[in-house]
């Protein structure tokens, strides 16, 4: 079996002229039945019309789809009623070419209107071309500024018979933690009921893609599904195991995700601990993470720490800056909330040249701990995003 065919579900990736360099622009989904599905939208208040769209056919479906059509190049956001009457032009086309309900979902640039008749050709072509294989050249054609396709998948065993999960992620930009992150599908031929289904994605979210910052905007057109095609083996008392697993592929596509942001040559782990909640340590991760003193700081490899405990400072959660701990790269640099006698600048200047290593920050105050990965912001980001529409 190939690494990326998942049992029930076909796939096609085509070029239908919505991009101007020939690149693949529209993805298609479809299950061979009806399948669960679940999934997370941005919290962007500005959100695009296919995800408002696809929030209202899981309501009138009850979670339940035949498959899901993308297109990349247009994001179809801030286009007005005709984005609304597009998006469900495109639903139409996807349930025409699944046999059923079709999720819908767009990305690329803001505020233009979708090339339907494009669209329209391009549905059609996905349809004709839908195959077992092709989940890499879906996964290809939701690509924007990535600068590869992100795939990954899993096996698991449910009770005495494998199941499987295969997952695909675009983005590079306009990406921080709020619900969901970016365009990414998951599929398994596992057989479980949407609302359980639920609960998995919004357990596996959580540690994965709301833990994630390139540079900490939320995008108009997040989403993240999940669609479980149930030829596959039962999951009620196989819950937790399918879960680890789908939290596991997530946490793959996520580190993905942020190797392959828009200038990102470093990828760092915080890991924040001795909070008092839960809540205290992904606020103090978070603001580290999404810093740009700090990030900056990782683009030059500048051991300036104070930079960091200025952030932590920043999160807005109680602490005594007196308890506060940071070590970078396993090498320690502060304690007590001031710098360690004989501390090394050298040696974390040569930890922060490496293309990933782990910020550790302890605030002495709890048991609680959380994780988020951040990156660089590099001149290549701005150069990206200076002239992204000119």
């Known amino acids: 079996m190939s690494n990326f065919v998942c049992p029930g579900f ?66 179809n956001a801030c286009t007005g009623p005709q984005g609304v009457d597009d998006a469900r032009r495109m639903a139409a086309l996807g349930r025409d070419a699944c046999g059923g309900h079709a999720l819908v979902a767009s990305t690329g640039v803001i505020g233009r209107p979708l090339a339907m008749d494009r669209v329209e050709r391009g549905i059609a072509a996905a349809r004709a071309a839908l195959a077992p ?7 290809e054609a939701i690509m924007t500024t990535d600068k590869r396709p992100k795939v990954a998948a899993r096996d698991v065993t449910l009770g005495r018979r494998a199941v499987r999960l295969v997952g695909a992620t675009k983005g590079a930009g306009m990406i921080a933690p709020d619900m969901a992150t970016t365009l990414t599908f998951v599929v398994t031929d596992a057989a479980v009921a949407p609302a359980a289904l639920r ?76 909070a008092r909640t839960l809540r205290d340590a992904r606020l103090v991760a978070r603001r580290i993470a999404v810093s740009p003193l700090v990030k900056t700081a990782i683009s030059g490899g500048d051991p300036n720490w104070g930079r960091v405990l200025c952030a932590v400072g920043n999160a807005g959660v109680d602490l005594e800056p007196d308890r506060i701990a940071l070590a970078i790269g396993g090498v320690p640099v502060v304690a007590r909330g001031t710098a360690i006698d004989g501390w090394d600048p050298a040696a974390v200047a040569a930890v922060m040249k490496r293309p990933a290593y782990t910020m550790a920050i302890d605030l002495g105050a709890g048991r609680a701990t959380a994780r988020h990965l951040a990156c660089d912001l590099s001149h290549d980001y701005v150069t990206i995003n200076a002239d992204y529409t000119t």
């Open 133 to 139: 294989d092709g989940f890499v050249r879906f996964a």
């Open 10 to 75: 076909r796939f096609a990736g085509v070029h239908a002229g919505i991009k101007a360099d020939h690149a693949l622009d529209l993805g298609l989904i479809a299950a061979d039945g009806t399948a669960s599905a679940a999934a997370v939208f941005t919290r962007n208040r500005v959100a695009a019309a296919p995800v408002t769209l696809s929030r209202a056919i899981l309501a009138r479906t009850r979670g339940r789809v035949r498959g899901v059509v993308v297109n990349s190049g247009n994001a």
């Open 199 to 274: 609960s998995l994605v919004a357990a596996a979210v959580e540690p994965t893609y709301n833990a994630i910052a390139v540079d900490g905007d939320t995008s108009t057109n997040d989403t993240l599904a999940v669609l479980a095609g149930g030829v596959g083996p039962a999951a009620p008392r196989d819950l937790r195991t399918l879960g680890a697993a789908l939290t596991d592929l997530l946490d793959e596509l996520a580190h993905l995700l942020i190797a392959d942001g828009e200038g990102v040559h470093h990828v760092v782990t915080i890991e924040v601990r001795g």
